[in-house]
């Protein structure tokens, strides 16, 4: 067939991601994918070599390229575990994506996920091509990897530290196409798995969560010190579980304090990014894969004031 209908034919597949030169009898395709995920690319790809392949009787040569993302790692971190760290993380992805961002969650907390049921993506699977792992879809548009979706549910995962390090490795190289922000949800403490991270890895900044009682700061305060030995910005810290309401007569109690992430905050020097109060609504919708940040309830308002200070920290930084 005519040049004119095998261009035709190819862009009628890829549209403006392919550009047609032909030499002789070869037909040459330069096909862009960039921004596509795996599934997504190899999907194109196929559609242009069959559409050329029918519409040009000689060779046809198709070559992929596509441009490197700048893509930045988010640490949403704590010292200890039992404060909300998954559930900020989680609500924190989601808000950002509503702010335009095209966000990827990671479930760095290799021994405890929690990730799975907060998105509710338990039963996805990921897949991989060559060794690379495809983020699995959510349904509120933020892909996400965790190594709960990779073992049977209720296994614990006994492995020493170079293995979970080794792991982490593997979802954050994930194939993450367009993905130009990744959240990722850290495990407790200082060790192995937090080591690996931000020595590797290099996340843009850090948040720090904790509740306010003395005992968590302290615990906040060793992760604080980790991030700044390792030259990683603290963006900032949230103060989780910060006042309950009695959803009976409306009295504000603090079972756990008040004020004290934002002291400490301030006696570091550190930017305070907002309260999450203790509320039954968060804790319900984050135990059903629904998190509050996908909807527009009074529970979402914390989250996505938080994530507009994150999301002006990174366009300054």
């Known amino acids: 067939m005519t040049q004119d209908v095998t261009i035709a034919a190819v862009r009628a597949a890829a549209g403006e991601r392919a ?44 070559v992929v390229t596509a441009e490197r993302i700048h893509r930045r790692l988010l640490a949403v971190a704590s010292g200890k575990g039992g404060v909300g760290k998954s559930t900020l993380a989680a609500n924190l992805a989601i808000a950002l994506k509503a702010r335009g961002r095209r966000v990827g969650l990671v479930d760095a907390d290799i021994y405890g996920p929690s990730q799975p049921r907060l998105m509710a993506a338990e039963d996805q699977r990921p897949t991989a091509k060559d060794k690379v792992l495809d983020p699995v879809p959510t349904p509120y548009g933020v892909p996400m990897l ?14 020493r530290g170079p293995m979970a390090a080794g792991a982490l490795t593997q979802l954050v190289d994930a194939d993450w196409g367009a993905t130009d922000t990744l959240v990722l949800d850290l495990p407790p403490g200082t060790g192995d798995v937090q080591l690996t991270m931000v020595q590797k890895h290099k996340p843009a900044g850090a948040i720090i969560v904790s509740t306010p009682q003395d005992l968590a700061l302290i615990d906040a305060t060793r992760a604080i010190d980790l991030f700044d030995k390792a030259g990683i910005p ?20 603090d079972p756990f304090g008040n004020g004290g992430a934002q002291a400490t905050a301030e006696r570091l020097g550190l930017p305070f990014l907002g309260r ?26 914390a989250f996505h004031a938080i994530a507009g200070q994150v999301d002006d920290w990174l366009r300054t930084h």
């Open 19 to 62: 550009t047609v030169r032909f030499e002789g009898t070869r037909a040459g395709i330069v096909l862009d994918a960039t921004g596509l995920g795996g599934a997504e690319r190899d999907a194109l790809e196929a559609a242009v070599r069959a559409a050329a392949s029918a519409a040009w009787t000689g060779e046809v040569r198709l």
């Open 146 to 159: 965790s190594m709960g979706q990779l073992i049977q549910p209720g296994k614990a995962i006994a492995w």
């Open 234 to 253: 603290i963006i900032g810290i949230v103060e989780n579980m910060a006042g309950y309401v009695c959803p009976h007569c409306g009295e504000l109690s």
């Open 276 to 301: 999450v109060p203790l509320a039954i609504g968060i804790r319900t919708a984050s135990d059903a894969g629904q998190p509050p940040a996908a909807g527009n309830g009074a529970d979402a308002t």
